[in-house]
Every structure is written in structure tokens, then in C-alpha cells.
């Protein structure tokens, strides 16, 4: 079974518990899926090369422009926990378009989603054969210890929206859609990735109860601010995050709708790209078997390092 965003325990190989009807094993191992505090500090001050990220992330969304939202989310989950162990000695350009293709192979093959190497060719001027990029990929599963089941904010969206008792269901899958548009906007601000999943997943939920149903809007940040799990400063900091990043995000429509029409950028196209995710979110994505190997299909000693990468 492939990986799934929402349940990323089911079916895991790692020794942990399955998780229960709380949620408490997800709670408990959400920090390990994320960043160190130290490479999000770095980037929040400009010490670490911002650039690199951002340029990672272009080639990311340019690899993915034919697939959902939910795969290159999942690649840009590997690459900051991947540069926030191992880093990139010397960021080279094509030494972070590497480690981009790889995170989105590696997503791919969690997911099951058929890709293709040809996917990774022609844009840029560099050319990857399956060796280098399979390199490349033991490389970041050393850096991640394999532990590639991520637990997301979307792995709490289930849990934390029991809490708003809807009996609607339309209604409770537009504040669900709602919320994940708000998640995949919100792991491009740097500001929120020292938060955990879980208050992200709450703080979404909350923001898309405040815009769609503003009168229950206090009941519901009462109940959640009731679980234990909570971090209540958190959560409302995330909250007024979000509410900044959405008016910030309508002051800019306009101009990046100008330069999206004059220049074809790694920046605007992910610009476009994000717009794109936003109205694919309530369709189901088609789902199709594998035809690479999966990550399970790779021996147990995958010693790589950068010396053994060479540009082809």
C-alpha cells in the first residue's frame, strides 16, 4: 500500500506502535519529521543560503507540474529535513537540482506515482542518469534515516476536525479543503516551520472555520485549545501567521500575475504552480503502480557520499 499524507503510519515498517483512536502516536513522533531548530534559525536570519532552498524548491515544482499538490509537498518535506542534517557543501547548481529530482523520486516511489526519468531532463541543461539520481537517493535516506514516512500537518486534519462535531458533510469537507489549501501555502513561510504539524494542521483548521464559519469560530478554538496536546500560544501565533500570509498573498496577486506574463522564472512558475494545487485539492488524484523499484527494494548498506556524486 502507498504512502498516505493523512495516515502515515498504516502499514509502516518502522517499530512504532500503530497509532491509536487519539492520535497519541503521532504526537509523539512528529518531531522527528521535521527540520532542526538550528537550519530554520539559519534561514530565518539569512545565515544559511536561502537561495539554495528556493532554487531546490523551483525544480521541485517544475518536476511536479504534472502530478497533484500532495507529491511535491512531500518532496519539499524530504529536501529541509535532508539540507537540515546533511546540508550541501557546495551548492552548485547542479548539485541542488540533483538533490530536487531525487526528493521527487523518492516522493514518488513512497506514493506510488508513476514517474519518469525523462521527467528530470532537458529543463536547466543538466542531464541525470538512474545511477547518479539512485546515489543521490541513498544519500538522502542516510540523512533521514529512513524515515521516510512523514508525519505532516495533514496527518492531524482528521483528528483535530472531530473536534468541530459538523454534521454536515459538505460543510466538513469544504473547512477540510479549506484547511490543506492554507497547509500547502504555509511550508513556503519560513516562520511556520518551527511549529509542529499538529499545531499547523490546528491552526489551518481554525483559520478556514474563522473565514467559512465565523460565528461558531469561538467554540470551535475553544474545543481544540481544550486538547492536551495544544500548545494554545502557538496555535493562535499560527493563526494570525496564516492571516498574514493570506493578505499578503492578495496584495501580490496582481503583480505576480504581470510578471508571470513577462518571464517564465523558476519563481513564477512555482508561483503558478501553487495556484494550479489550489483548485486540484477536492479532486482525487489517479493512482497507478509502480514501475521503478521502491525505496523497499534497496539493500541494507547504502553508504553514499557528495565525493561519489559526479555531474554527468
Not at 47 to 74: D, E, K, Q
Not at 96 to 114: H, I, N, P, Q, Y
Not at 150 to 175: E, M
Request: some cysteine; charged content about 20%.
Amino acid at each position: 500500500m502507498e504512502f498516505d499524507l493523512e495516515n502515515p503510519l498504516t502499514n509502516s515498517n518502522h517499530l512504532c506502535p500503530p497509532p491509536s483512536p487519539n492520535s497519541t502516536s503521532l504526537f509523539l513522533l512528529e518531531s522527528d519529521h521535521m527540520p532542526s531548530h538550528h537550519y530554520i534559525q539559519s534561514l530565518k536570519a539569512g545565515a544559511f543560503p536561502t537561495s539554495v532552498r528556493r532554487n531546490a524548491i523551483a525544480s521541485i515544482s517544475l518536476f511536479c507540474c504534472r502530478f497533484g499538490p500532495f507529491l511535491p509537498y512531500l518532496a519539499v518535506n524530504y529536501l529541509d529535513r535532508f539540507l537540515s542534517s546533511q546540508g550541501i557543501p557546495q551548492p552548485k547548481a547542479w548539485v541542488v537540482r540533483l538533490v530536487a529530482c531525487s526528493c521527487v523520486s523518492l516522493a514518488a516511489k513512497m506514493t506510488k506515482t508513476e514517474f519518469s526519468l525523462i521527467d528530470f531532463q532537458g529543463d536547466g541543461g543538466f542531464i541525470f542518469d538512474a545511477q547518479t539520481i539512485e546515489r543521490m537517493e541513498y544519500l538522502i535516506l542516510g540523512a533521514l534515516k529512513w524515515r521516510m514516512r512523514s508525519i505532516t500537518p495533514f496527518s492531524f486534519i482528521s483528528f483535530f476536525i472531530s473536534f468541530f462535531n459538523l454534521k454536515d458533510p459538505p460543510l466538513r469537507q469544504a473547512l477540510k479543503a479549506r484547511a490543506v489549501e492554507l497547509i500547502l501555502k504555509a511550508q513556503m513561510d519560513t516562520r511556520l516551520m518551527e511549529l509542529r504539524p499538529s499545531i499547523i494542521a490546528a491552526s489551518a483548521l481554525l483559520s478556514a472555520s474563522h473565514q467559512l464559519l465565523p460565528l461558531q469560530f469561538p467554540c470551535f478554538r475553544k474545543a481544540i485549545s481544550s486538547c492536551s496536546y495544544v500548545n494554545k500560544e502557538n496555535m493562535l501565533q499560527c493563526c494570525n501567521w496564516m492571516q498574514e500570509m493570506e493578505k499578503e498573498g492578495e496584495q501580490s496577486e496582481s503583480v505576480d500575475e504581470i510578471m508571470a506574463s513577462s518571464s517564465n522564472t523558476p519563481v513564477n512558475v512555482l508561483d503558478q504552480h501553487f495556484s494550479c494545487w489550489e483548485s486540484e485539492i477536492a479532486a482525487d488524484a489517479t493512482k497507478t503502480d509502480m514501475k521503478r523499484p521502491r525505496i523497499n527494494d534497496y539493500p541494507d548498506n547504502h553508504s553514499v557520499h557528495f565525493s561519489q556524486l559526479q555531474h554527468c
